[in-house]
């Protein structure tokens, strides 16, 4: 009898063992993990705009992976800016939406849905400790004209408010966020890269720190090809080109497809969206903009009143307005890839020039491969989100 009750306490102990063995090899089933949403937000500053826009619009939100576990915590926020053509969802896409594919133009390639961050990558780098946990919110600024250039207009309605004010609001309202400038960082691409900056610069009292990558628009000249020929006076071939086919427009759907073999084609939408972002003439209809090349008695000439009003607003005009602002700032990081194109590597080495000359601290990089595109979501990865970590306050105290 003892011999056979050792041998049922040996098969009990065996069978523990191997049964919390087991356990421990089994993946814990309510391990944390983050979230990406997409909601719809009242947007006041967009009201009564010339283009029809809404005055609501969609925003996408990721939440850390201890959010709903911590409800007395609270995070610092970054928010994504997205470049022209693009949507909220350039940067994130909610997985559980029930219109995930809306009615987009193809002509504008995938850009609008690029969906460069994803839910499972975010929160492996927080849980490798590479970065701590914040909240990260991608509102939409493409408009009728595909690019609000977050600045604002009484044609495309006030995008500048509507980020700074409306936006910023409705996280701070809704979410646990910590309120300060110290723990809000804002960062784009392309477009969104110079909107960041254009933002950043603007308002220290709400973002401390702001990473541009590949910013368009940067330079003394906006970035743009050369207007005039310098011989002759007369605009380029490129722009003759640019804007006798913008002259043309009656209506938006006369547009050329954005993205084709012809350079051309991309700034005749470019430059109608910017003409009522930065030379808005609500008395123009139907496309409300005063152009870079008006028509004078059959001939192109350069508007030099518009260029002028572009300029006024451009980064490289504001860093004298708005020196102390930006040396206020936490951080300043701008970068671009090694092949980028020519107009933007110039523009971003004129700003540079500009904030080193006044002694502003910033960091500056050009990295190994890329374009203007193609390593967006590896460098926000590695590095921007490593900056915001260093940059921003993640603690109220």
């Known amino acids: 009898m003892q011999i056979m009750r050792k041998l049922a306490d040996t098969i009990l102990a065996l069978c523990l063992t191997l049964l919390f063995a087991g356990c421990a090899e089994e993946p814990v089933s309510h391990t944390m993990s983050g979230s990406i949403t997409e909601t719809v937000i009242p947007a006041p500053s967009l009201q009564g705009n010339l283009l ?71 929160d492996s780098l927080i849980t490798a400790g590479t970065v701590p946990e914040l909240i990260i919110i991608a509102p939409n600024g493409r408009n009728a004209y595909k690019h609000s250039f977050y600045v604002n207009s009484p044609v495309t309605g006030r995008w500048e408010d509507y980020v700074v004010e409306d936006v910023v609001g409705f996280v701070d309202a809704n979410y646990r966020t910590l309120p300060t400038a110290s723990s809000r960082g804002i960062a784009g691409h392309s477009g969104g890269a110079n909107g960041a900056l254009f933002i950043a610069m603007r308002h220290s009292d709400v973002f401390g720190s702001v990473y541009a990558m590949a910013p368009c628009c940067s330079g ?51 430059e109608l969206a910017a003409s009522a972002a930065y030379a808005p003439n609500p008395d123009r209809a139907p496309l409300y903009g005063d152009y870079l090349f008006e028509k004078q008695d059959g001939a192109l000439v350069l508007n030099r009143s518009a260029l002028e009003r572009r300029l006024a607003l451009s980064v490289f005009r504001l860093v004298d307005q708005h020196e102390s602002d930006l040396r206020s700032l936490r951080g300043i990081l701008i970068d671009y890839g090694e092949h980028e194109m020519a107009d933007l590597v110039t523009g971003n080495s004129e700003l540079a020039e500009a904030l080193a000359r006044r002694g502003i601290p910033f960091e500056f990089e050009v990295y190994a491969g890329g374009d203007h595109g193609n390593m967006v979501t590896q460098r926000l990865e590695s590095r921007g989100l490593k900056f915001f970590a260093n940059s921003l306050e993640f603690s109220a105290e």
């Open 52 to 122: 029809g826009d809404s005055a609501k619009q969609r925003l996408s939100i990721y939440l850390p992976p201890s959010y709903e576990a911590s409800p007395d915590k609270r995070y610092p926020v970054l928010y994504l800016l997205h470049g022209f053509t693009g949507t909220n969802r350039t940067w994130m896409i909610d997985p559980e939406s029930a219109n995930n594919e809306p009615a987009v133009d193809p002509r504008d390639g995938g850009y609008q849905q690029a969906g460069f961050l994803k839910r499972e990558r975010l």
């Open 220 to 270: 003394q000249t906006f970035s743009l090809p050369l207007p005039e020929d310098p011989n002759t006076g007369s605009p380029t071939p490129f722009w003759e080109d640019v804007y006798t086919r913008i002259h043309a427009l009656a209506a938006t759907d006369q547009l050329p497809d954005t993205f084709t073999d012809r350079r051309e084609d991309f700034y005749v939408n470019a």
